[in-house]
Structures are given as structure tokens and as C-alpha cells.
């Protein structure tokens, strides 16, 4: 018997580990809080990482399109091999590899080795969906009690990656503030990452029905060459060298498409594909994924815009005049409002239902978007309405993750998480795509800043944005089988 066969053989026979629930819990929270810590390390960082890496600002813009585009090409890959070979074997995996490219990311002096470390680091995507494929697998061997445990496992989840973002930010900070080495909070995502897999390695159990298989890597290699394509057009797009009409930008976004389509075609014809495609003839799976994208784009299309508008000052006509650490500090009445939503909703969906959880989360955001339109010259009440946008972002983070995973079969957990993750990406590029294509048409020639109705626009359309997405929510349907447990 070969190895691979060994990885297809069936385990359904196998025990789950009894691993207390809090243990599991509290195990797949710390994995999300390194990913968290990963993802929001370098934010303060980049100014000094021009000087320290000779390179100019716009080629840092380099470091997330590539982080992005990894995130794209690891996400359905790990998520197959999660749900063929056993979720916390390919977490072990992930982990390791996220580790690698953080211990790069901490020996960089050179931009190249950085951007190389960033790209292993893109694994992280990974994460979620098999953390997402333990939980559902644990909570199917425990019945209906393992469904609310798996529910309030995602919240937890959701709620550590955004507390890692900001204990990435202040980490990462606080060490290039004490420490005399231009490079020492490079290291920040090595210590969270390893601590993350020396303590969830004997903690989390293995998943214990496995479906079999192989993986189809022409499917893969179809799928991520698409999106990678469409990614880059809409990351680099509106650039220097990119403009919207250009050769290589329309080449990416239209190649991408065709390949894409191919992908599609081959997905329909194979036997065990990467992601099988009709699934999306599920009217719960569209809507879901619909309304992840519509949450997406201005979740992360206003990611960068609303910090410079708290950073402007008076003198030009608008903003708050806040100095970087008191941007900080204003940034996180929306962090908190969305950890708190994200831990919220579980109780909020088991009283109203789960459409109109999605649906309330829509309306929460275009609520906020609509105070930061109305009220942005006041910073109590700007801060006040990204709260409420982002109590609605966590109810939609922790819904529709939930969803894309209880919309497909039990053997496609991972995948179906997957397919979330992606989306995700694929709303933010598109939400980041519209806001610098706003800002670009507002920024008066030889000036650095937009005029304020950049913003003004940014707020409509992410108000609208958000609106279409309530309406979109309202389609979802309550599978019977939950209603029968209820």
C-alpha cells in the first residue's frame, strides 16, 4: 500500500479524540488570533521598511497584492486536502508553512526575501476553513449540541482574528518603538504563528469522516490561475502602467474570466473536482454567497479610506486631524463593535433567524456608512457610526461563514469554507478597486489628497452596497432539518 493510498483510506471508523470543548474552542481561537497577528503586523511598519529595504512606497504595494494573490492560490487547494486527508493533519501543515514564511519574513533585509515571506505567509487563508472543517466534524459526532458548539466556536473564531489584527498592530509598534533594530518587529508573526502550533498540536482532534478521494489538480491550477488573474487586475488596476483601459489590466480581468470559465467547464466534466460548481444550483449557497460579497466590498474598500480621512487635517477643508496613534486608537470602536457582533450572533440567529440575522447585519452597515455621510465632521459621531458598521460586520462575518458551511455537504465542509474565504477576497478587491478608482477621479492634479467628495461617494456607494445586500438576504431559506430541531 503507497502513502497516498494510505491518505484515501476511509477513517470513518475512527473515534474523535474526546478533547474537552473548551479546549477545542480555545484552540481554534488562538489559531485564528496568530492569523490575525499576521495579517496586522506590517500596517505600522511599512513607512520605515522604505528606508530600512530601499524601496519606494509604491513598490510596497507589492506586499499585499502578493499576500492577496497567495491568500487565492492556497485557499481551495488546503481546503480539498483538509476535507480528503483529515483537517488537522493539513492544519499542521498550513501552520508549519505560515511559520517558514514568517521566520523569512523576520531574516528579511532585502525586499525580495520580504516578498517572498509574505507569500508563504498567504497560507493563512487556509486557516479558517480547516479549523471550520474540525468544528463541523466534531459537532456532526455530537449531534445537535455539536452544531451549536461548531456555531459558537466560528463566533470565537471571527472575534480572535480581528483582536489579532489589533494585538499585531500594537505589537508590532510597541517593539519598532523599544527595540534599537529596524528589523525586530519583523518577528512578531513568528512568535505568534509557533505558539499557535506548539499548542494547538496535541490539543485538536482529528476530523473523523473522510470521504476518499484525489485531488484535482487541473481544476486547481485552472481555478487559481483565473482568480489570481482577476486579483491583479483589480489590485493593480487604475496604477501607474495599469490604468483601467490598458493592455495588461483588461488582459488580466478578461483572460481571468475566460479562465475562469474554463474552470467551470472542466469542474462540470470530472468525476471528484476542486470545488464542485453545482453546488452553486443551491438557491442557500448563491445568497450566501452573494451577500458575502456585498459585505466584502465595503468592509475593505473603506479599509484604508477612512483612516487617511481621520488623519487629514483641518486645513484642508476635512477630517478629524488625528496623529497615528490617536488613528489607532480611533479605529477601534469598529474592531470592538465587530468582535462583539461576531460573538453576538449565534443568540441573535437562534431568536430572530438566520435571514434576518444577514439581513440585519446589511442594514447595520449601510446605517453606519450613512452616519459617516451625515455627521463625518463630527468624530463622536463619525465613531460612532463605524460601530454600528461594524456590529453589522460582525454579524455578517460569523452568518455567513456559518452558512456557506451548513449550505453544503458534511464532506465538503472545508470547501465550502473555502469558498467563503475567497469570496471574501474577491468582494474586498472589487470594494478596493471602486474606492481608488473614486479617489483617483477626486484628487485634484499635483495634490496628494482627495477632495471630500471622495468620501462623500465612498460612504454612498458602500451605503447602497449594503442596502442591496439586505435585500439580497431575504432570499435565504431555513433548511428544514434545522427547523425540525428547533
Known amino acids: 500500500m503507497t502513502d497516498t493510498d494510505t491518505l484515501r483510506t476511509p477513517t470513518a471508523s475512527r473515534a474523535v479524540r474526546a478533547t474537552p470543548g473548551a479546549a477545542v474552542i480555545a484552540s481554534v481561537a488562538l489559531v485564528e488570533l496568530s492569523s490575525g497577528i499576521t495579517q496586522g503586523f506590517l500596517s505600522p511598519l511599512l513607512k520605515g521598511l522604505t528606508e530600512t529595504l530601499r524601496v519606494t512606497a509604491a513598490e510596497l504595494n507589492w506586499i499585499s497584492i502578493a499576500n492577496l494573490l497567495a491568500s487565492v492560490a492556497f485557499t481551495p487547494v488546503l481546503s480539498r486536502m483538509g476535507d480528503l486527508y483529515g483537517h488537522r493533519r493539513i492544519l499542521r501543515w498550513n501552520l508549519a508553512i505560515v511559520l517558514l514564511g514568517s521566520i523569512l519574513v523576520g531574516f528579511s533585509r532585502s525586499f525580495g526575501v520580504l516578498l517572498a515571506g509574505q507569500i508563504l505567509q498567504g497560507a493563512f487563508a487556509g486557516f479558517f476553513p480547516l479549523l471550520v472543517g474540525i468544528l463541523r466534524n466534531r459537532g456532526g459526532a455530537r449531534g445537535k449540541d455539536g452544531d451549536g458548539e461548531s456555531r459558537r466556536g466560528i463566533s470565537f473564531m471571527v472575534a480572535a482574528l480581528v483582536a489579532g489584527i489589533a494585538v499585531g498592530l500594537v505589537a508590532s509598534g510597541f517593539v519598532a518603538r523599544t527595540v534599537d533594530s529596524p528589523t525586530a518587529a519583523l518577528w512578531v508573526p513568528t512568535a505568534a504563528v509557533g505558539l499557535a502550533l506548539a499548542v494547538t498540536w496535541p490539543l485538536l482532534p482529528e476530523s473523523e469522516a473522510r470521504p476518499g ?30 490604468e483601467w483601459t490598458s493592455p495588461r489590466t483588461l488582459g488580466c480581468l478578461v483572460g481571468g474570466a475566460l479562465v475562469t470559465a474554463l474552470w467551470v467547464r472542466v469542474e462540470l466534466r470530472v468525476e471528484e473536482p476542486m470545488i464542485d460548481v453545482r453546488m452553486f444550483r443551491r438557491r442557500n449557497v448563491v445568497t450566501v454567497s452573494l451577500v458575502t460579497v456585498t459585505f466584502t466590498v465595503p468592509m475593505i474598500g473603506l479599509q484604508v479610506a477612512n483612516p487617511v480621512f481621520m488623519g487629514t487635517g483641518p486645513e484642508h477643508g476635512y477630517g478629524l486631524g488625528l496623529d497615528p496613534f490617536a488613528t489607532g486608537l480611533a479605529m477601534l470602536p469598529n474592531m470592538l463593535a465587530i468582535a462583539a457582533g461576531a460573538l453576538a450572533a449565534p443568540k441573535v440567529a437562534a431568536a430572530v433567524s438566520d435571514r434576518l440575522t444577514l439581513c440585519a447585519g446589511s442594514l447595520l452597515m449601510a446605517a453606519g456608512y450613512l452616519a459617516s455621510l451625515a455627521w463625518h465632521g463630527s468624530m463622536p459621531l463619525f465613531l460612532t457610526g463605524t460601530a454600528v458598521a461594524g456590529l453589522g460586520i460582525g454579524f455578517l462575518q460569523h452568518s455567513t461563514r456559518t452558512l456557506a458551511v451548513e449550505s453544503v455537504p458534511h464532506d465538503r465542509t472545508s470547501v465550502g469554507s473555502g469558498i467563503n474565504e475567497l469570496l471574501i477576497n474577491v468582494g474586498g478587491s472589487v470594494g478596493a478597486a471602486i474606492v481608488l478608482t473614486v479617489f483617483a477621479a477626486r484628487t485634484p492634479a499635483g495634490e496628494t489628497l482627495p477632495e471630500l467628495g471622495a468620501y462623500t461617494t465612498s460612504w454612498t456607494i458602500c451605503a447602497v452596497v449594503s442596502l442591496a445586500g439586505a435585500a439580497l438576504a431575504l432570499l435565504y431559506r431555513t433548511p428544514k432539518d434545522r427547523e425540525a430541531r428547533s
Open 213 to 242: 478521494g484525489r485531488i484535482d489538480w487541473a481544476g486547481g491550477i485552472l481555478l487559481c490561475v483565473g482568480l489570481v488573474a482577476i486579483m491583479l487586475g483589480l489590485g493593480m488596476g487604475g496604477l501607474p502602467g495599469w
